[in-house]
T-cell receptor, first 115, second 114 residues
């Protein structure tokens, strides 16, 4: 069964510090991996999408990495800001299988930035 | 402005009273889907639609119905709501599900069933 595991479940860091969130997956055959940011009570918003051939992708202070061999991805946040407080969701797409339409969602990492 | 619009945003209802949550997108997307989000469980897919008149069950379809009569709209119907359907619901759309199909989410509809 295709699965996406995210760690840690929650994380508290001080403003200005860096942090890294992890996503491990068993989805096969792999198509792409997406990171979403979800503010409390709002809809998720896309941060990055990476295909098999992409190792790194940046979006401002957010940098996602992908190791398709070990089936791991990370999201690195540099110089955190209070507005980075949110849940971060990893979603992996399979060319077939996975969720009913090929999408498998992680449960998210809840990040809190303290002043 | 490209967007996915859900209504209502907040709703309190009683057990057994039929309700519909509407979802509309203005991006001419083929793919649309519904999710519910509960604490500790993440986003779980209810139903999805690859195109007009094509719908399919997701992971948690029990107690829900959908229809896709036109491309832009994908309403979620609760024929006889029960308290275990109290949740935060999200509609999403994508130009094409798959390799480059970025999902665009609505702002959510918080439903409470008493």
């Amino acid at each position: 069964k295709n699965q996406v595991e995210q760690s840690p479940q929650s994380l508290i860091i001080l403003e200005g510090k860096n942090c890294t969130l992890q996503c491990n997956y068993t989805v096969s055959p792999f198509s792409n991996l997406r990171w979403y940011k979800q503010d409390t009570g709002r809809g998720p918003v896309s941060l990055t999408i990476m295909t098999f051939s992409e190792n790194t992708k940046s979006n401002g202070r957010y940098t996602a990495t992908l190791d398709a061999d070990t089936k791991q991805s990370s999201l690195h946040i540099t110089a955190s800001q209070l507005s980075d407080s949110a849940s971060y969701i990893c979603v992996v797409s399979a060319r077939s299988g996975g969720g009913a339409d090929g999408l498998t969602f992680g449960k998210g990492t809840h990040l809190i930035i303290q002043p | 402005e490209a967007q996915v619009t859900q209504n209502p945003r907040y709703l309190i209802t009683v057990t057994g009273k039929k309700l519909t949550v509407t979802c509309s997108q203005n991006m001419n997307h083929e793919y649309m889907s519904w999710y519910r989000q509960d604490p500790g469980l993440g986003l779980r897919q209810i139903y999805y639609s690859m195109n007009v008149e094509v719908t399919d069950k997701g992971d948690v379809p029990e107690g829900y119905k959908v229809s896709r009569k036109e491309k832009r709209n994908f309403p979620l119907i609760l024929e006889s709501p029960s308290p275990n359907q109290t949740s935060l619901y999200f509609c999403a759309s994508s130009f094409s599900q798959g390799v480059t199909g970025e999902l665009f989410f609505g702002e959510g509809s918080r439903l409470t069933v008493l």
